[in-house]
């Protein structure tokens, strides 16, 4: 399939809007993560994953199977070019551990390939993800689940509420 022009990107990214939101706030933040402005090389990869298997969903596994490789790097970048949805900015001091984040999710968490950006995503997606981490249930990062698994429950949550309101 040849490149797709604006009309065809605009089509397929109607389906992200059914649960990503139309401008950029998911309609259920706690359970689906936000993608505008996200990395491309992340978006890329998750998409990627989702259609390999390396990575399940009931929902987004179908729809990423359904799409040809070229459709998700296209897919990727319409959501890197978006802006990130503002959020009112409420966040404390670092807890501990964090730091070790800092090198692939950069300073401000925001970000940068091969990682996602952090800062702002919601307390129960976050929570969520590294708990799935930790248990083993995703494993499509080679590095998240040994970090994730180091530290205890008590430091994942206080990490995910220092992120969730950056």
Known sequence: MPGL?????????????????????????????????????????QLHDFRSGDRDSPIMSPIAKGLAQDDLRQIAAYFAAKSWPAQPAAASTPPNGLAQC???????FEGGPPAPRLAGLSYEYLVAAMRAFATAERTNNGDMPKFMQALPDSERDAMARYLSAL
């Open 5 to 45: 022009g604006a009309d065809g990107i605009e089509a397929k990214v109607q389906l992200c809007a059914a649960c990503h939101g139309a401008n950029g706030v998911p309609t259920d933040p706690k359970a689906i993560p936000i993608i505008w402005g996200q990395q491309q090389s992340y978006l890329v990869k």
């Open 102 to 108: 800092q090198p692939c999710h950069q300073r401000n």
